[in-house]
């Protein structure tokens, strides 16, 4: 369990700290502060951090295995290209295929198209299936140029703080963290199975698997099919799940690029808070519609209401200024439903008016936290 810090009164708007656009509360950042100082800080990694150098998300991998998968159909194989990947991500998007199922029906396909080559491959085709991942994830990948990323910055606090920063929990396959401090010169220990090595490399866990861009690839230390993840969440002492729940029992962690939604970490979090003060910090972009989406927003809440005013015999209608505010207010409603939820699972939200402020945020916490009164 992390060491208990004291509860503070919230801030007042003018009290807040200016991070870039966004304004933070001094006692977020304190909390920060004092698990770097003390070195019980950890950093949970999404495919947030991964996805501006050029990196699927995961939906998106599946999509473009799924994609060259087509290609090879009887019905759709002689369609154009960019047709091709039209048809499959609307038909993944209007049926609702969860990516895990098309990620299960993915990899049988390219084993199964291997046999058939009569290519000799170990076990039906993995070794065909696994480079044609790591293909896929790194398709596109560069470093991105003219502003600095959230990796970068995340690379750049584990240089400043030495040994303050305990480790990282990467649930990305690709090991930009890992090419990131190469660039510092700060060796690194990438952990994707149960085996251990005494080392003073900075750890980086990765539960769900690794994809090195060269190198080898253990496809039983994958999590990328609804296969691997039901074995996951099935193995009482599988050793991701054992890493994530030491690190949340023991640390206090921040999430960054993570939307959160990943049912088996919200089923940890709970188990694990061990404390009525909430031990470990988010940081999350605002619900926020984009102003040239706010005019089709607003055209599909009037026709809702009107379809509910049906049902319901009321026929008032509000004009579109009028929808606008009401639009705003969801928007804020949304914020704080989602802090609410988040606190009751031990994970405070630190709000973020654009994602350009993280990598502000994080250089302000390599500092010692103010001196309680």
């Known amino acids: 369990m992390p060491p208990t810090r004291s509860s503070k009164k919230p801030s007042s708007s003018t009290d807040k700290i200016k991070v870039g656009q966004s304004f ?3 006692s977020d950042l304190d909390g920060l502060r004092w698990a770097w ?9 999404g495919a947030g ?59 049988r396909d390219a084993r199964k198209r291997a046999k058939k080559k009569g290519i000799q491959q170990p076990i039906d085709g993995e070794q065909i299936f696994l480079e044609k991942l790591r293909t896929q994830l790194y398709a596109h990948c560069k470093v991105p140029t003219g502003k600095r990323t959230t990796l970068q910055a995340v690379a750049d606090l584990i240089k400043r703080s030495k040994d303050n920063v305990r480790g990282v929990v990467s649930f990305n ?22 085996n251990r090595q005494h080392s003073n490399s900075f750890r980086i866990i990765h539960p769900h698997g690794f994809v090195p861009r060269q190198g080898d690839i253990k496809r039983g230390h994958l999590v990328f099919t609804e296969n691997d993840y039901h074995r996951l969440i099935e193995t009482v ?25 990943d049912p088996s970490l919200r089923r940890l979090l709970d188990a694990t808070r061990n404390s009525d003060i909430p031990p470990h910090w988010q940081l ?9 989406e706010k005019g089709e927003a607003i055209t599909d809440v009037a026709n809702r209401a009107r379809h509910w005013g049906e049902i319901l015999g009321d026929d008032e209608q509000k004009d579109p200024p009028q929808l606008a505010e009401a639009l705003n207010a969801v928007l804020h409603q949304a914020d704080t439903y989602d802090r609410a939820i ?26 010692a936290p103010k001196k309680k009164s």
């Open 173 to 194: 396959f690709d090991g930009l963290l890992e090419e990131e401090l190469a660039r510092h010169k700060i060796p690194t220990m990438s952990i994707f199975d149960e």
């Open 49 to 107: 951090v991964s996805i501006p150098y050029g990196i699927p998300s995961w939906k998106d991998l599946v999509l473009e295995l799924l994609f060259e998968q087509v290609e090879h159909t009887r019905r759709l194989g002689n369609i154009w290209p960019h047709y091709r990947r039209a048809l499959a991500s609307w038909m993944t998007d209007y049926f609702d295929y969860s990516p895990l199922v098309l990620a299960r029906m993915v990899e």
């Open 284 to 292: 999350q972009l605002r619900h926020q519609v984009r102003d040239h």
């Open 24 to 26: 933070v509360n001094p």
């Open 37 to 45: 100082k003390h070195k019980h800080l950890v950093i949970f990694l």
């Open 342 to 367: 988040f606190e009751a699972m031990g994970v405070k939200t630190i709000w973020l008016e654009s994602f350009d402020d993280i990598p502000l945020l994080l250089d302000k916490i390599p500092k």
């Open 237 to 261: 002492f599988h050793w991701g799940l054992s890493e994530i729940v030491s690190e949340l029992r023991h640390n206090t962690v921040l999430f960054v690029g993570l939307s959160m939604s």
